[in-house]
């Protein structure tokens, strides 16, 4: 098993920055992938950005590009993701997810574990 915990959401306004956190623990070592996904209220689920643990791939969502900044510390087992320039259209609760396969992954189904969310707000 794997445990996921985000950290790091909050309120803003639009313009600023929030850097979110996500620990894992357990048996990391079955997993290739970090993903972060976001869900909006009455929205799918939807991809925001994945790393891999043992290379510099990594992808984007075209509407975050430019602004996110996904990057990983293997020595403290922890993905983060910078958000800049943050827009009200990016409000969701963010996710973190871990893939144990590895090649890359956009949809959550292809995502086993998953961390409880952090709430991320943008006011206009």
């Known amino acids: 098993q794997v445990q996921l915990v985000e950290s790091g959401g909050g309120l803003v306004q639009a313009g600023d920055s929030l850097r979110l956190s996500c620990a894992a623990s357990g048996r990391t070592f079955d997993t290739y992938l970090m993903g972060w996904f976001r869900q909006a209220p009455g929205k799918e689920r939807e991809f925001v950005a994945a790393i891999r643990w043992s290379t510099i791939r990594i992808y984007y969502a075209d509407s975050v590009k430019g602004r996110f900044t996904i990057s990983r510390d293997n020595a403290k087992s922890t993905v983060y993701l910078q958000m800049n320039s943050l827009k009200p259209e990016d409000t969701a609760v963010y996710y973190c997810?871990?893939?144990?396969?590895?090649?890359?992954?956009?949809?959550?189904?292809?995502?086993?574990?998953w961390g409880q969310g952090t709430q991320v707000t943008v006011s206009s």
């Open positions: 997810a871990a893939r144990t396969i590895d090649t890359l992954a956009t949809t959550s189904s292809g995502y086993r574990y």
